[in-house]
C-alpha cells in the first residue's frame, strides 16, 4: 500500500547577512508548503556564512541556545502555521564556550521534538570546523514526526558508515544530510556515498548542499541536492550546482517495507563479529 509524503530541501547562496538569510528561509518555508511539502530541511548552518573557511572567534555569535533562542522559536512559530515539520541546521550555544554543529527538528504542531549534533568534526583547509564544534554527544536519535520517523546526520559525517547504520537500527525511514562542500573536494564522492548509505540501510535520503563563492575564502559551494530512494535512484531532477533552488519530491515510505523484505539485510547483520570496528 502506497505511502507518499511529499519532501522538500532547500539550496541557496549566503546573502552576506543573517536577517536576510532567515527571511529567505522563511520564504523557502512558505513556498514548500504552498507546494504541498510536509517535511522540509535547510542547508548546514543555514542562517549564516559557511565560517568555518577563517578562524575567528568573531563568529562565534552566530551560536544561540537551542530551542530556547530566538530562531528556533521564529521556525516553531512558522511550522505551526503551515503545518510543516522542519530541520533547522545550526550553531548551538550549549553554555557560553560549549559549541555544536546542531539540527532542530520541530514538528508539523510546532513543537520542538529534539536535536542531532553533528558527531564528526573535520579540521582541514577551509574546513577549520574544530575551532568552532566540539563533537557531537546527542547519539544518533530519530525523531517521530508528523510526516514519519526521521533521522539527521550533518556534513562530514556522511564519510562514516556507522551512524547512517545506527540510524536505520533506530528506525529512520529518511534521513537528512544538509551539507557545505565545495567543488574540486568532494564532488566525486557527493552522489556516491549518500546513495550508497541509502541503499545498504534501506531508507530514504536527502542530501543539501549550499551553492556559490562566499567572502571567507575560495570554497566554491556546488549544490546539486537531491533526494534518493532505497535503490540509489534520485526521486526526480538533482538540483543546480550554482543557483538556489527548492527542490521538492514525493517520496513513497512503501518501498521500504519492499526493499527490506527483499534484501534483509537487517536480519544477515552480524553484530557478534563488529567488536574490533570499534577498537581505538
Excluded at 30 to 52: I, N
Excluded at 89 to 109: R, S
Aim: glycine share 8%.
Amino acid at each position: 500500500m502506497s505511502r507518499v509524503i511529499r519532501a522538500a530541501v532547500f539550496q541557496t547562496a549566503w546573502t552576506g547577512d543573517k536577517e536576510s538569510m532567515i527571511r529567505r528561509h522563511e520564504q523557502a518555508v512558505r513556498d514548500a508548503a504552498a507546494q504541498g511539502a510536509q517535511v522540509l530541511c535547510f542547508q548546514e548552518l543555514f542562517y549564516g556564512p559557511y565560517f568555518c573557511q577563517v578562524q575567528d572567534p568573531a563568529f562565534y555569535e552566530y551560536a544561540e541556545q537551542i530551542p530556547d533562542g530566538p530562531i528556533t522559536q521564529r521556525f516553531q512559530a512558522l511550522a505551526r502555521e503551515l503545518g510543516i515539520v522542519l530541520v533547522l541546521p545550526m550553531y548551538e550555544e550549549e553554555q557560553p564556550g560549549v559549541l555544536y554543529n546542531t539540527a532542530a527538528v520541530i514538528d508539523a504542531d510546532g513543537s520542538y521534538l529534539g536535536k542531532y549534533r553533528k558527531t564528526h568534526i573535520p579540521q582541514v583547509r577551509g574546513f577549520w570546523e574544530k575551532f568552532y564544534f566540539r563533537p557531537g554527544n546527542s547519539g544518533w536519535p530519530v525523531f517521530d514526526t508528523a510526516v514519519g520517523r526521521v533521522g539527521v546526520y550533518i556534513c562530514y559525517d556522511r564519510h562514516f558508515p556507522e551512524g547512517w547504520r545506527a540510524l536505520g537500527l533506530a528506525g529512520a525511514e529518511i534521513v537528512f544530510n544538509p551539507s557545505a562542500t565545495s567543488r574540486g573536494l568532494s564532488g566525486y564522492l557527493w552522489q556516491l556515498e549518500q546513495p550508497a548509505a541509502a541503499v545498504a540501510n534501506e531508507y530514504f535520503v536527502g542530501a543539501i548542499n549550499r551553492v556559490g563563492v562566499e567572502d571567507l575564502g575560495d570554497n566554491d559551494f556546488y549544490g546539486t541536492s537531491y533526494f534518493v530512494d532505497p535503490e540509489a535512484q534520485f526521486v526526480g531532477e538533482v538540483a543546480s550546482d550554482k543557483e538556489s533552488e527548492l527542490v521538492v519530491r514525493d517520496l513513497d515510505l512503501a518501498k521500504l517495507r519492499e526493499v527490506r523484505d527483499r534484501w534483509q539485510f537487517y536480519r544477515d547483520r552480524a553484530p557478534g563479529a563488529y567488536g574490533p570496528l570499534t577498537a581505538p
